[in-house]
């Protein structure tokens, strides 16, 4: 088991502290040289297990904590409820990295002490590019959003907020009207004619953001690589959030929503699009 680094040895005040807790040696080093390729100056601190780990933050600040389920000497939701129990910190993001996050997902057996979870089949790169948008949110992607809100205040407050943080928003009151403009960037040779979609799932008129993501998937056949598909709720009923993700959501954002969350989820899921574009083939 190695020992964590000593925080009070950063050098660069501003270097992006992460503590990554594994029972595998080989996956810490893995994230951390990967880290290190998205932020050099980052300081990796390694840890093999919960109370390690709790040891480490005991010592100083961090920035984010990664955390698999499966520690040595226990669960890594148990080790997210000690650290927000013990934290001599206001907030630390804490992701847990699994391989089973989409049935944790559907079945919603989250935890709320956890932050966000991460798939861990979608590499170490997409990790480390994950991590970044939480510490380095300013290093972020842009891209098109096709945003669907019925509330006139509310679409403001939150346009605003996703244009500062480098998004082009195309605000749209419906689920007709946002149909409406994927119609038109297929005809004119352009689709999807937008980069992500972010809906409310409650709208007014016949349609529902439930019913906007159907048409995405199975109309349109755009799949949730090539066009993602991000869902704000308030409802908390379990049966309703498996059935939006089993329709092909690729993620939930539950209201009230946290801006540093959301912004996070939309760079995440741009980088996931923009890379499998890329590689597909011509």
Avoid: W
Wanted: with cysteine; net charge negative.
């Amino acid at each position: 088991m190695s020992e964590p680094v000593h925080l009070t040895r950063h050098i660069a005040s501003d270097a992006p502290r992460v503590l990554v807790v594994d029972g595998s040696r080989v996956v810490r080093q893995l994230i951390e040289r990967t880290l290190k390729a998205e932020l050099p100056n980052a300081v990796v601190i390694g840890c093999g297990s919960g109370e390690e780990a709790l040891r480490a933050i005991g010592e100083g600040v961090v920035d984010l904590v990664t955390t698999a389920l499966r520690l040595t000497d226990m669960d890594g939701l148990e080790l997210a409820r000690r650290v927000r129990a013990s934290s001599n910190q206001a907030y630390i993001p804490i992701v847990v990295v699994s391989g089973d996050v989409q049935e944790r997902l559907v079945a919603r057996r989250l935890s709320d002490d956890v932050t966000d979870y991460f798939d861990k089949s979608l590499g170490f790169d997409a990790l480390c590019a994950f991590i970044r948008g939480y510490v380095r949110p300013a290093e972020a992607v842009s891209g098109d959003v096709l945003y669907v809100e019925d509330s006139r205040v509310v679409a403001l407050a939150t346009t605003r907020m996703l244009e500062k943080s480098g998004f082009r928003v195309v605000h749209v009151l419906s689920v007709e009207a946002a149909l409406e403009h994927l119609d038109e960037a297929r005809a004119a040779g352009c689709a999807p004619g937008v980069d992500l979609v972010l809906t409310d799932v409650n709208l007014k008129g016949d349609l529902t953001g439930g019913d906007l993501l159907e048409r995405i998937r199975n109309a349109f056949g755009y799949s949730k690589g090539l066009l993602p598909v991000l869902i704000m709720t308030g409802d908390d009923n379990p049966a309703n959030q498996a059935a939006l993700l089993r329709a092909g959501a690729n993620d939930l954002v539950h209201k009230p929503v946290e801006q540093r969350l959301l912004v996070t989820k939309l760079q995440f899921q741009l980088r996931v699009s923009q890379r499998l574009r890329a590689e597909a083939p011509a």
